[in-house]
């Protein structure tokens, strides 16, 4: 393991340091940029405890890199449980359901007087959700690519010149 710089930021250290690594283990950076897209887009799915297992069958069925996959996975998860609500609202709209009651009490009392037809709307709120999410990750995921692949180019590239001036 590499002495690491007490200077460095807590960020630095968990994220961008993994990430060098992994460029200089050779991994491209065009595959990490996918990797991370990929990791990203899935981590902020609706379907909370789901992003694990769907990041990694996406990362193992396109060949891409299960740690930066992974890595930009777990660091949406704040942006993930801020975005359910957003997703289901925008669920309902684009399929004119009605609105998913957000009060507990509301929700219990549906269950317990109809338990099966509440699993049946909360099911058909998350699908909805899951459908709007779907549509935005196929175009964030494509987006989020271009924008990290050349910022990890120009990180590979700076620290390869940086390795040479200190050797």
């Known amino acids: 393991m590499t002495d690491v710089p007490q200077h460095h930021t807590l960020l630095y250290r968990k994220i961008v340091l993994p990430l060098l690594a992994l460029l200089r283990m050779g991994a491209t950076p065009k595959k990490l940029a996918w990797s991370?897209?990929?990791g990203c887009v899935?981590?902020?799915?609706?379907l909370l405890g789901s992003t694990t297992?769907?990041?990694?069958?996406?990362?193992?069925?396109?060949?891409?890199?299960?740690?930066?996959?992974?890595?930009?996975?777990?660091?949406?998860y704040p942006l993930e449980l801020?975005?359910?609500?957003?997703f289901i609202r925008a669920g309902e709209r684009l399929f004119h359901t009605a609105p998913l009651p957000i009060m507990?009490?509301?929700?219990f009392s549906m269950a317990r007087s109809a338990p099966v037809a509440?699993?049946?709307?909360l099911w058909q709120w998350e699908w909805?959700?899951?459908?709007?999410?779907?549509?935005?990750?196929?175009?964030?995921?494509?987006v989020l690519a271009l924008i990290l692949t050349p910022?990890?180019?120009?990180?590979?590239?700076?620290?390869?010149?940086?390795?040479?001036?200190?050797?």
């Open 36 to 38: 991370l897209a990929i």
């Open 42 to 46: 899935v981590g902020i799915n609706p």
């Open 53 to 76: 297992i769907i990041c990694l069958i996406l990362i193992f069925a396109l060949r891409l890199n299960t740690v930066a996959g992974q890595l930009g996975n777990h660091l949406m």
């Open 82 to 86: 801020l975005l359910v609500i957003p």
């Open 104 to 107: 507990n009490t509301q929700i």
């Open 118 to 121: 509440t699993v049946k709307l």
């Open 128 to 142: 909805h959700a899951l459908i709007v999410w779907a549509i935005c990750a196929i175009v964030a995921a494509p």
């Open 151 to 167: 910022i990890l180019r120009h990180s590979m590239a700076y620290r390869q010149t940086q390795k040479l001036t200190t050797d």
